[in-house]
């Protein structure tokens, strides 16, 4: 809050610019006060420029909102180049035939991402039925009579002390959001669910496939289009370098995080895997004469 602003003899906090509308404090305090959230930024937001306004919005934009769907991508376009990378390297270790190698990483990418897509499957549903258990708990305690809800109201009020409210205004939000959506107000401010943004699975499921396949098609492509086995692997060995470079820098950069420590760290953990299965594969294959 920067001030305050007079509505009769009622002292009203003006919310603060730099909060979007949509935070969850900005709510609390626009329903505990009457406070109009979208009135103030529109005031603000005439004073400035359009290109202010766009480096503005910009600055507000959180690297963490891009966390879930950045993770996933990053995880399966890593999975897929290290994992297809390090099959065809630990074969091409044991036997120098392009057929067999190009069989082992293909065979190693369609498996691999159908495994994947299964298993992002599966844990997000698992993910996604706990979210709905818990806020049909929530439900089923609202049904429960007075004291039941009573007490949750308490609860509430106390989450939002613990945030830095003062008794009197954390039960006037609290009474406020379970006017308005008593299981929503548990669900986010509780539970630390959106009701709205709902894990899907099927979604998750299609984005790790299809961030799998873009990783592990890479490999394959260095591979197919040189004849010798030495170049071959060299080919496959630096296609995959670059890449997992660039999948450092990439997801640095949407996540904010620092370039060169994230290129490196990607790049490390994908070169060991890449050494220790062509030396699995120089240990045990053996090429035919």
Not at 124 to 142: F, G, H, L, M
Not at 149 to 173: P, T
């Amino acid at each position: 809050m920067v001030g305050a602003q007079q509505n009769g003899d009622v002292s009203r906090p003006l919310l603060d610019e730099t909060r979007p509308c949509g935070d969850p404090v900005t709510v609390d305090i626009e329903e505990a006060t009457g406070a109009n959230c979208n009135l103030q930024h529109e005031a603000a937001v005439t004073h400035r420029t359009a290109e202010e306004q766009e480096d503005w919005e910009d600055e507000h934009k959180h690297y963490s909102d891009r966390g879930q769907w950045l993770r996933a991508g990053v995880l399966g376009a890593n999975d897929g180049l290290v994992s297809v990378t390090a099959t065809m390297l630990g074969v091409s270790g044991g036997s120098p035939e392009i057929r067999t190698l190009i069989l082992a990483g293909s065979s190693a990418l369609v498996a691999g991402a159908l495994s994947m897509a299964a298993g992002e499957y599966i844990s997000v549903s698992s993910q996604r039925d706990t979210e709905q258990a818990d806020i049909q708990k929530e439900r089923e305690q609202q049904e429960k009579g007075p004291e039941a809800r009573l007490h949750e109201l308490n609860e509430l009020a106390d989450i939002y002390k613990s945030r830095g409210l003062d008794d009197d205004l954390a039960h006037q939000v609290a009474i406020q959001l379970t006017k308005h959506d008593v299981v929503r107000a548990h669900a986010r401010d509780e539970l630390g669910i959106d009701m709205d943004e709902l894990s899907n699975p099927w979604s998750a499921a299609l984005s790790s496939m299809i961030s799998f396949i873009v990783g592990g098609g890479v490999p394959l492509i260095a591979a197919i289009f040189v004849d010798d086995p030495f170049w071959r692997l060299v080919s496959v060995s630096g296609a995959a370098t670059a890449a997992l470079l660039s999948f450092g820098v990439i997801s640095a950069w949407l996540g904010g995080a620092h370039k060169i420590k994230a290129s490196l760290r990607v790049l490390l953990g994908g070169w060991i895997a890449m050494a220790v299965t062509f030396g699995v594969g120089k240990l045990f294959g053996h090429s035919p004469e």
